[in-house]
């Protein structure tokens, strides 16, 4: 019983030391990446995190991030944008925006976001059921993370990512040895 009730408590202290932690606004969240100048998917996430499923607050964060000239922070809500635009079925428009997320990362020289951008592009085509053009951008996506000599977490998950969607491109055009090759060389 006394274990029971210790768990309880630690739970409950547990629990309101973390729902007490203050949200960030938009615009301290855009403060906090010019100031602090996060290049990684994982760095600017953590400030990010919370508006990604917003597409009014992350076209905010574009237009922000694009007058500080912050376009690391530009190409992760572009990126997210895109994102949304998929999941609710408008295909053209995501590609348009991964297009320009591709197009900021490589102004910003942020090989991470390129790739991210390629395989989004290509998650774009593979809904579109423009196969081709699909596996096109995750073989480009996977050649530049695999250009890079020594990639950090965020260009071994795109690795993964590229692998991935390579072979369930393959699965759908029942390729299967071609699929099998690419799931043998996903890489963690």
Known sequence: MKKKLLLLVFVCVFTNVFSQRKKLTLQQAVDSIVLKKPTTYKGISKYLRSFRRDT??????????????????????ENFLGRRYRNFSMYDKAIVVHKEAFETAKKAKNIEFQVFSLNMLGVDYREKDAIRVALDYNQEALALAESVKNPNFGLR??????????????????QYDWQLNSFYNLKS
Do not use: C, E, P
């Open 157 to 174: 998950r795109s690795i993964a990512v590229s692998h991935n969607s390579m072979g369930n491109i393959y699965l759908l055009l029942k």
């Open 56 to 77: 009014t607050k992350l076209k905010q964060l574009i237009i922000a991030f694009d007058k500080k000239n912050s376009l690391d922070g530009k190409t992760y809500a």
